[in-house]
């Protein structure tokens, strides 16, 4: 069976996965017989969701909680099954094997970057994409024909369809992580480990074709599925259906995928009770309603907030800096109870790891 639940950030939504799953824990215990939870979570979130299972849980060790990656289950169910003969190589692997297939290679608009770090790196990361969504080269060569002949776009597709073709005619005695997942679609049905657990699915936001069909595959070879998401696929006020589409084209996603399978499927919100109450008044109203069309003004204490306008990065850093150190010097916090958060770190990144050094930080 499916279940989905969702929540948006005023509810504390670790807390209540980490409640569910001690409530199943304690009932595989009560039944005395083989079973287990299976955590799924993104690939650099793991250690993370460790930590975060043995404080809510209150254990130094969890023998029936497994908590790992897509890639990582792939790993090991192909372990227990066999079928991972050949070597398997990653990102970096690939981006050695494209550079060595691409010396020669008659590129139409690339041409003289075949060796260029930046062109090998996007022709890694558009491989990798294509192969999670199934594009095959036979893919591309059909497109080519719905083009105009000598346009741009269709030689840019075509100097791409070279570069695949060339990597997959020299990828013969090597796995990338994209052809495993094959591998383990085929051996996920013999899997005593996946046929034991119980699956909690958390921290995705979205999902390829690839990944559904992960989904699927536990759904039906486990004791069951359930996914937390983020946000809620019903908004409750008018302006919010734009930020929310992304979560409500999930859920649609996972109830199709349900009713294809012939899986019972529910769907439900995060109870009242893991409310963040200890959360701000002004930070609460922020959340309901910074994107509604017709929010009310709101009256109550606002001095948990502050905004700062700045000239330039730099002064923008530095202001952060200070308030940093005022923070600690004054109210008596630490810097591990302090966050940055910053939606440009390829630029800003640098300017505010030399603003703060410079301040000490």
Known sequence: ML??????????????LFDEIQRSLLRLREQGGAGRILLLVPDQFTLQAERSAFKHLNSSGILELEILSPNR?????????????RPVVDKNGRQILLSKVLRGAELQVFR??????????????????????????????????????NS????????????????????????DSEDLQELFFEALPRSARVAESLCWVWGF?????????????????????????????????????????????????FQEMAREAGQEHSLQAVPPEYERREQAPALRYLEANLYRSAAEAYSGDASPLAF?????PEAEAESAAA??????????????????????????????????REYGI
Do not use: W
């Not at 741009?152 to 796995?175: M, P, T």
């Not at 700062?308 to 330039?312: L, N, V």
């Open 3 to 16: 279940k989905l639940f969702y929540g948006r950030e005023d509810m504390e939504k670790e807390r209540f």
């Open 73 to 85: 289950l792939k790993s090991l169910v192909l372990q227990e099954v066999g079928g991972a003969a």
């Open 112 to 149: 003289g970057l075949e060796q260029n770090i930046h062109f090998l790196e996007l022709c890694n990361d558009s491989i990798s994409q294509m192969k999670q969504y199934g594009v095959r080269p036979e893919d591309l060569e059909k497109s080519l024909q719905t083009l105009e002949q």
């Open 152 to 175: 741009l776009l269709a030689r840019k597709l075509n100097d791409l369809l070279i570069v695949y073709k060339r990597y997959e005619e020299a990828g013969g005695d090597y796995l």
């Open 205 to 253: 936001d979205s999902f390829a074709p690839q990944s559904m069909r992960l989904m699927r595959g536990l759904l039906l070879h486990s004791r069951g599925l359930r996914v937390l998401l983020n946000g809620t696929p019903k908004p409750a006020a008018p302006g919010e259906e734009e930020i929310f589409s992304l979560t409500a084209r999930v859920t649609e996603l």
């Open 308 to 312: 700062c306008r700045a000239g330039s």
């Open 323 to 356: 308030e940093i150190l005022r923070l600690v010097r004054e109210q008596g916090l630490r810097y591990r109870e302090i966050g940055v958060i910053c939606n440009d770190l390829a630029e800003r990144g640098r300017v505010i790891q030399r603003v703060f």
